[in-house]
Nanobody, 126 residues
């Protein structure tokens, strides 16, 4: 059974950078496309970024383009989200996701992903 274990997150100030990661266990990461979703308080989960199995393709929500970078190291079974120039509206719980399927452009609905991490809180303060 595939499990996604997230790490990182925390409290930062507006304009700061933060890196969060997601490690796959139980399966080989390279068999899964992966991504990140954000859930703000009281809101639905929304797509942030996704990356293909090999990492050759990546997609971003318009709100994070140019600020966030998704990457993966399949040798380490780990995916990363480098978040730069953080804004107040980036605050929320970030969820790592994975699924065997992928498309171009990347799937952007929560139901497109079968596996979810435990979530990690990112809080951006002014």
């Amino acid at each position: 059974q595939l499990q996604l274990v997230q790490s990182g997150g925390g409290l930062v100030q507006s304009g700061d950078s933060l890196n969060i990661s997601c490690t796959v266990s139980g399966r080989t990461a390279s068999s899964y496309a992966m991504g990140w979703f954000l859930q703000r308080p009281g809101q639905e989960r929304e797509f942030v970024a996704a990356i293909s199995w090999s990492g050759s393709s990546s997609y971003y929500a318009d709100s994070v383009k140019g600020r966030f970078t998704i990457s993966r190291d399949n040798n380490r079974n780990t995916m990363y989200l480098q978040m730069n120039r953080l804004k107040l509206e980036d605050t929320g719980v970030y969820y790592c996701v994975a699924d065997p399927g992928f498309s171009h452009p990347a799937p952007q609905r929560p139901r497109d992903y079968n596996y979810w991490g435990q979530g990690t809180q990112v809080t951006v303060s002014s």
